[in-house]
């Protein structure tokens, strides 16, 4: 199988500031690659790098993908924009027709439980909310491959066992290629087929992936991290 | 803060203008109506006046200019600003130009407005479409600067053309700062259009304004000037704040 994301001996600093160091792997088509790292750890950093939103000070990223899908993680929805048209719009962008467009915009927002909401503006939704239109936009558009950088993490507990639900569904629905990076040992585990980690030496390496619940434990144990938030923890 | 109705905003403001009328109204009574006439003749002036066909012939007249020179102010400045926010050295090239604009007193560009078109209404459209257009400018390159840089990159990730970025992200962006710029360039707008009929045009309301002086017909002079701001009422509130309104309707 060829991979579609290959780094080579990437490396990212900012001035004196080593970000990423040296570090080496390949995504192949329907991996779901959890990456664990710290706060600070550069995963943000990695993960803009596989979608060419930023190249590294040396080495390679090769990307083969053709169509991307990205939640960030704030939801970055156009705020003038409805709920549909929102999802909508990447689709007219691809040179989907209007119609077809509004089709497949409206099956996605189904999926993410968001019928009935396709005329809303963004404000007059809850963060949860937003985050699920995010979402429904980037599985709409069918990517190759899923980039999802910490996507859940401003949602409360309860929100996010929903959303983990829903990507859990749409992506048996439609496999399809993801790269996710979090700093939440419970949250890494949850989806991934592969794990990496990010060491406290700026590496990168693989861990054997377990039962989520045994995975979080070791990835707490390893890095002393806090429990689920993890916030101020590093 | 607690949130003010908009029924309580209202009474508020009717407050206001009954206190300036008031205040208007006892100055009346103090000087010398040669000078300042009250509300009340200024009232009975406007109602007379409103029985005249020249009054409607001036303010028809005034009207047309003052719209024309609004839109083609507002488009002039909203489309070089389009320009000059995706374009960067656009925007250098039309500093100084924005600046001579927005430093030139209008009364120096109306006289040389009236060499080049001499009087009329040609004049006066392009004194205020000219003099206009700098204060849409700045606000819809200043609203490019406020473009939220994270929804751009969102668009490249999802490959919008250049065309449905212009149209989905920098116009809605930019267009709740360009309709308040137009709320402000109204009451400019209007104040360039008078002027520029007092010194330079046969018709209007500043030629009836300047008749009004020489004549010394005060409770007129006071009616025009009502007449000015009644203008600059109606298009505020009935055209430019529902347009406002509307665009911003994703607002919370």
Request: hydrophobic residues 30%.
């Given at each position: 199988m060829t991979p579609i994301l290959t780094f080579t001996d990437v490396s990212v600093s900012f001035g004196n500031l080593d970000?990423?160091?040296g570090i080496s792997f390949a995504v192949n088509p329907e991996d779901v690659v959890g990456i664990f790292g710290r706060s600070g750890a550069g995963k943000t950093t990695i993960i803009r790098m596989a979608a060419g939103l930023q190249e590294p000070t040396s080495g390679t990223v090769e990307r083969t993908y053709r169509r991307v899908g990205y939640v960030f993680q704030?939801?970055?929805?156009?705020?003038?924009?409805?709920t549909l048209d929102n999802v909508v719009i990447p689709l007219l962008a691809l040179g989907v027709g209007r119609a077809d467009a509004v089709d497949r915009a409206r099956a996605w927002l189904f999926d993410m439980g968001l019928?009935?909401?396709?005329?809303?503006?963004?404000?007059?939704?809850?963060g949860g909310m937003v985050q699920r239109v995010s979402l429904a936009r980037a599985f709409a558009v069918e990517p190759d491959v899923l980039f999802l950088?910490?996507?859940?993490?401003?949602?409360?507990l309860r929100i996010k066992d929903t959303m983990f639900d829903l990507l859990r569904k749409s992506l048996e629905a439609r496999p399809v290629t993801v790269l996710y990076v979090s700093h939440v040992p419970e949250d890494v585990a949850r989806i991934a087929t592969r794990i990496l980690v990010i060491d406290t030496d700026g590496g990168l390496r693989e861990t054997p992936v377990m039962e989520h619940r045994d995975m979080a434990e070791m990835l707490r144990k390893t890095f002393g991290e806090g429990k689920g938030q993890g916030r101020g923890a590093v | 803060m607690k949130k003010t109705s908009s029924t309580t905003k209202l009474l508020i403001s009717c407050a206001g203008m009954l206190l300036m009328l008031f205040l208007w109204h006892i100055a009346s009574l103090r000087i010398h109506a040669i000078v300042l006439a009250s509300p009340a003749d200024t009232f009975r002036a406007v109602v007379r006046l409103a029985g005249t066909g020249r009054f409607w012939s001036h303010l028809w007249a005034s009207f047309q200019r003052i719209v024309a020179g609004i839109a083609l102010g507002g488009f002039a400045g909203f489309a070089l600003g389009i320009v000059a926010g995706l374009v960067g050295w656009v925007r250098y090239v039309l500093e100084p130009l924005r600046w001579l604009l927005m430093s030139i007193p209008a009364v120096v560009v109306v006289v040389i407005a009236m060499l080049w078109f001499g009087m009329g209404s040609a004049m006066v459209v392009f004194i205020t479409a000219l003099l206009l257009s700098p204060i849409v400018y700045i606000n819809t390159v200043r609203g490019f600067e406020m473009v939220d840089r994270d929804i751009i990159e969102m668009a490249r990730i999802y490959r919008f053309p250049r065309d449905l970025t212009i149209r989905h992200i920098y116009v809605p962006a930019v267009a709740g700062h360009v309709a308040s710029s137009l709320i402000v360039a109204t009451g400019i707008g209007v104040r360039i259009v008078i002027l520029a009929e007092v010194m330079g045009?046969?018709?209007?309301i500043g030629h009836a304004l300047s008749l009004t002086r020489s004549t010394l017909e005060i409770p007129d002079l006071y009616a025009w000037v009502a007449v000015c701001i009644a203008i600059v009422g109606l298009i505020e509130y009935a055209v430019l704040k529902p347009i406002e309104h509307r665009i911003m309707r994703w607002r919370a």
């Open positions: 970000v990423v160091r704030e939801p970055r929805v156009l705020p003038w924009k409805t019928e009935g909401f396709e005329d809303y503006y963004p404000s007059r939704l809850s950088d910490e996507p859940f993490g401003a949602l409360d | 045009a046969s018709e209007g």
